[in-house]
């Protein structure tokens, strides 16, 4: 929580009271104060990087463990990053579960990333365990910033920029930070983007059943669907008969008894896996440690198809760039594509 001291050294604050300055929550400041910071940091022409941060799947601390224990995340969130950025710079919370806040520099990429890549590396504000009213939640959060004067000159750009480059981090799989660059996110619209659903997805991959291609290929198409829409390293299917096919091998490999055997023990009843460590897997089974230990895979999940009783297939996502936190929409489109399996499959007899 800001105190006058803090907030006073800077002369746009001066003559206002505290109070208003700050959200009433986490004692850090508004979304209003900030943008007139902001801005007071341009007029002076004082280079700063400007950092949004959003609690990755905020809304599974409130719904498992209520809103009293959601509000302490977020003020400990708050406290953590204050505590993180210091002197630094200053934070406000833009609303929700976002946060905002600038960090003094010299604006370049290499001065952004040192310092950001520090709150994931160095200090315990994100990967790490929040213990609340003697409640464990490990946080994660997902970053994304833009500088002054490098990569836009006025507010309501350098707010965009920011904007993009934390919408790129989302749809890598949260849990990451992203540094604007022009030349990679200059076309992203965040606004058409967040505004698509899944409907969108579904029917593309939908529109693929019309084709004439054999089993193997369509499979093959679906992995390479997967990889595109989801922005993932790697999809694996297999089919009915036991065959691996593999969007970055061409080659379509045989599944032993042995290998099924060790699936089926980490499925167990379950009919998905979202593993948050995947060294279990690698240690124990020969099957996983093959496909995951040898390509160096930080995340994975998997589905198993089944249709009634009938088994049908798994399908599984790969991720080597960070250690992803699966979403919904990860799961919804691998079980569209089950059951797109099951109709080929039956049409394939």
């Known amino acids: 929580m800001y105190l006058e001291k803090d907030l006073y050294a800077y002369d746009v604050f001066k003559d206002k009271k505290i109070e208003y300055l700050l959200d009433p929550l986490t004692g850090i400041l508004t979304r209003g104060s900030f943008e007139e910071l902001v801005n007071e940091l341009i007029k002076k022409k004082i280079v700063f990087t400007l950092c949004m941060a959003d609690v990755d799947n905020f809304k599974l601390v409130n719904d498992n463990f209520g809103h009293h224990i959601g509000d302490e995340c977020l003020k400990e969130f708050a406290d953590r990053l204050v505590k993180a950025v210091g002197s630094d710079g200053i934070c406000g919370r833009f609303g929700g579960d976002e946060f905002i806040f600038v960090v003094f520099g010299e604006g370049t990429y290499d001065s952004a990333y040192e310092r950001i890549s520090k709150l994931y590396k160095e200090t315990d504000v994100v990967r790490s365990t929040y213990n609340l009213n003697n409640v464990n939640i490990f946080i994660t959060a997902t970053i994304g910033c833009a500088s002054f004067p490098k990569d836009a000159t006025e507010y309501n750009e350098l707010f965009l920029r920011t904007d993009k480059a934390l919408y ?67 999809a694996v299917i297999i089919n009915k008969d036991l065959e691996e096919i593999n969007y970055l091998n061409d080659n379509v490999v045989k599944v032993t008894e042995s290998d099924i055997k060790e699936i089926e023990y980490y499925f167990g009843q379950d009919l998905i896996i979202h593993p948050s460590s995947l060294r279990e897997y690698k240690d124990n089974s020969k099957y996983f440690l093959r496909t995951l230990g040898m390509a160096r895979v930080q995340a994975m999940c998997g589905i198993k198809i089944m249709n009634g009783k009938e088994f049908y297939g798994y399908i599984f996502l790969h991720e080597e760039r960070l250690a992803r936190i699966w979403q919904d929409k990860d799961f919804s489109l691998m079980l569209f594509i089950g059951k797109l399996l099951i109709i080929s499959t039956l049409n394939n007899k």
Request: hydrophobic content about 30%; proline content about 0%.
């Open 168 to 234: 790129r981090g989302k749809t890598k799989g949260r849990n990451c930070y992203i540094i604007y660059v022009h030349e990679k996110h200059k076309d992203i619209d965040v606004q058409m983007k967040e505004n698509s659903t899944i409907y969108g997805s579904l029917m593309s991959i939908d529109n693929q059943m019309n084709d004439n291609l054999n089993l193997h290929d369509r499979i093959k198409k679906f992995t390479k669907t997967l990889v595109k829409m989801l922005d993932i390293t790697n």
